[in-house]
């Protein structure tokens, strides 16, 4: 299909969308999409970039209490004070369809994208934990997944000089099109006293 050209309901199910998403589309452009336009809102409004789905469930974890620093949503990653001038800033990140793709490059990016924001935090990253799920173990495609994401995984950390402490790994064929990685970095770090929060720079001290 040309960028240029309009599309239909059964373009934007091509690309992930829901039939009731596209007439949500049509009500904020005022008009038909275009291919390009109707593409960018797919990535914009996948799972992947805004949760669509998972942030029902994720809005009922805990998310404040008398420690924290920095709450959910607040910063790049969360910041726990946990006492002494100590606080521990700790991401997750899911890259689980880009590692369907691409699972190298899928999963290097998972890893990159979770030292950046540790990282914008004004802390060093100093331990990697991965949970990562695959579909049935005698695939060749899964194969391929754990080889592609194993690698991705090692080379970006090995890059930053970060060791993967710990993990775990299951099989299930629900996994069989797509993995899902779950990388997370725990970090601590030397906090300046009096604590002080801007609107988007936590300013700290680390050690």
């Not at 290097?108 to 990282?119: E, L, Q």
């Amino acid at each position: 299909m040309e960028n240029n050209e309009l599309t239909t309901v059964e373009t934007a199910k091509d690309l992930g969308l829901l039939a009731t998403e596209y007439d949500r589309i049509i009500e904020i452009l005022g008009r038909v999409p275009n291919f390009t336009e109707l593409s960018i809102f797919s990535v914009m409004w996948s799972e992947h970039c805004s949760y669509k789905n998972s942030i029902t469930w994720l809005k009922t974890l805990p998310k404040d209490g008398p420690r924290m620093l920095a709450k959910a949503g607040e910063e790049n990653a969360g910041l726990v004070d946990l006492g002494d001038g100590i606080g521990c800033a700790f991401k997750i990140e899911s890259h689980n369809h880009p590692s369907a793709l691409e699972p190298y490059q899928g999963a290097a990016t998972g890893v990159g994208g979770i030292n950046r924001d540790i990282f914008t935090m004004g802390a060093r990253p100093i331990a990697q934990l991965n949970s990562l799920r695959f579909g049935d173990i005698s695939l060749d495609k899964t194969k391929w997944l754990i080889k592609g994401v194993v690698k991705g995984i090692s080379h970006y950390g090995n890059a930053f000089g970060i060791p993967t402490v710990g993990g775990e790994l299951f099989f299930d064929e629900c996994y069989n099109v797509n993995p899902w990685l779950t990388p997370s970095l725990p970090v601590s770090l030397r906090l300046a006293k009096p604590y002080r929060l801007h609107p988007t720079v936590l300013v700290t001290l680390f050690t």
